[in-house]
Nanobody
Framework: QVQLVESGGGLVQPGGSLRLSCAAS????????MGWYRQAPGKQRELVAQ??????FYGDSVKGRFAISRDNAKNTVYLQMNSLKPEDTAVYYC???????????????RGQGTQVTVSS
């Protein structure tokens, strides 16, 4: 079955950097879009960044600080997070719109989430 597995979360001081990774595995025919959402306690879910082909999208709160990239050969998406702030603290979820082998429609998938905590 198709899975998304995130890694790279943790505790970092304000101003520091972290790199998240998310690898898709399973019977994948094609990956259309990969991205990252985050959910902080008491806040709405927020789209952080998304990549479709060579096109990228960033949420306003992370523009200029975060960078999303993708390795198509490895079915992996990365999120480089720089100049981290306490307000970036959240659970970060990898998402992907993919076509699974044997299916005729694209489906949305989500990983289990990885905690990012920015604190001194």
């Amino acid at each position: 079955q198709v899975q998304l597995v995130e890694s790279g979360g943790g505790l970092v001081q304000p101003g520091g950097s972290l790199r998240l990774s998310c690898a898709a595995s399973g019977p994948i025919l094609n990956i259309i879009t990969m991205g990252w959402y985050r959910q902080a306690p008491g806040k709405q879910r927020e789209l952080v960044a998304q990549i479709t082909g060579d096109s990228t999208f960033y949420g306003d709160s992370v523009k200029g600080r975060f960078a999303i990239s993708r390795d198509n050969a490895k079915n992996t998406v990365y999120l480089q997070m720089n100049s981290l702030k306490p307000e970036d603290t959240a659970v970060y979820y990898c998402t992907a719109k993919m076509r699974q082998i044997g299916l005729l429609v694209n489906l949305d998938y989500r990983g289990q989430g990885t905690q990012v905590t920015v604190s001194s």
